[in-house]
């Protein structure tokens, strides 16, 4: 449960406006506190976030509470996101497997993809542009849920693989702790970052995804790393992400991927690819690739 203020915090809504959105839209219905006072649960959060980027985005907010009210889910769907570039034959490869469940198409493809040696050209110019592409598939209902879930599942697998196949970091070099925060769980840009990370020579502690923030202070706590990567890949992580990295400010640099990235303030935004970011934080880290 948050209070006002710390709701205000985390969606970024001024608590004049968030109290007006309760009264005059009931985007939400606050719990009380013995003393009567107001309490938001990770719902509220969550609802209260989808109507801040529904109204930055140029709904009315009549127009939006009315969207959040009716079907939280369906309104995030119905976010500005970029246009869809021209399907091309790599792309839509993957959408083939997902819809016939082919494995071993969908593995020789892994494995071509991967057995080129710049991982950089590898995770922003085919794999993450093909996750993208093959999200869009299960939205407009070209593929199934399980068909997005089967390819998913394979190139996490493909991911770890090629992380854990790296050679370790040279002791004394920079750390860098990699994850996501609370209740966030679309690991792969996060998991391509830190396999790009990794082969640049940085020591890479990668705690996966939905980490409470308590556990993520006590990691970096006891880790001291030079960068924590965190990633806000949904709207509706927006609220966790805020809360991790205000938490982590005061013991290290942080730094944010994903599609609302710039949803989080206080942290360094490291733009929308995951190789190149990784590629330039090795760098700017002094590790030797």
């Keep these: 449960m948050y209070t006002v203020g710390r709701a205000a915090e985390l969606t970024g809504v001024p608590t004049g406006t968030l109290r007006k959105w309760e009264q005059r839209y009931g985007v939400v219905a606050p719990h009380r506190s013995a003393g009567n006072y107001r309490l ?131 002791g004394g070099g920079p750390r860098v702790v990699v994850g996501l925060a609370r209740g966030a769980r679309h690991e792969l840009g996060v998991l391509a970052f830190a396999m790009v990370l990794r082969s640049r020579g940085v020591a890479v502690t990668y705690l996966g995804g939905d980490l409470p923030v308590e556990a993520w202070v006590d990691v970096v706590r006891l880790v001291e790393p030079a960068a924590v990567v965190m990633a806000v890949p949904t709207v509706e992580d927006l609220p966790a992400a805020r809360e991790a990295a205000d938490a982590l400010v005061p013991f290290a640099t942080v730094m944010l991927g994903g599609a609302h990235q710039t949803g989080v303030e206080g942290a360094e935004h490291l733009g929308h690819l995951a190789g190149r970011a990784a590629d330039s934080l090795a760098t700017r880290l002094g590790a030797v690739s």
């Excluded at 869809?84 to 034959?89: Q, R």
């Excluded at 790599?90 to 959408?95: A, H, K």
Aim: one cysteine or more.
């Design 40 to 170: 938001y649960d990770d719902e509220a959060v969550r609802r209260l976030s989808v109507m801040r980027s529904l109204v930055d985005a140029g709904w009315s907010a009549q127009e939006a509470a009315q969207r959040v009210v009716a079907d939280v889910v369906a309104a995030e769907a119905t976010l500005d996101r970029p246009e869809e570039p021209a399907a091309e034959d790599r792309f839509e490869t993957i959408v083939a497997c997902a819809q016939d469940f082919d494995v071993p198409r969908l593995e020789r493809l892994l494995a071509e993809q991967f057995a080129v040696a710049d991982v950089v050209s590898v995770v922003d110019d085919w794999l993450l542009p093909s996750m993208v592409h093959l999200g869009r598939a299960w939205q407009s209902g070209r593929i199934s849920v399980a068909g997005e879930h089967f390819v998913t599942a394979a190139v996490h697998r493909r991911l770890s693989g090629a992380f854990q196949d790296l050679p370790p970091a040279p």
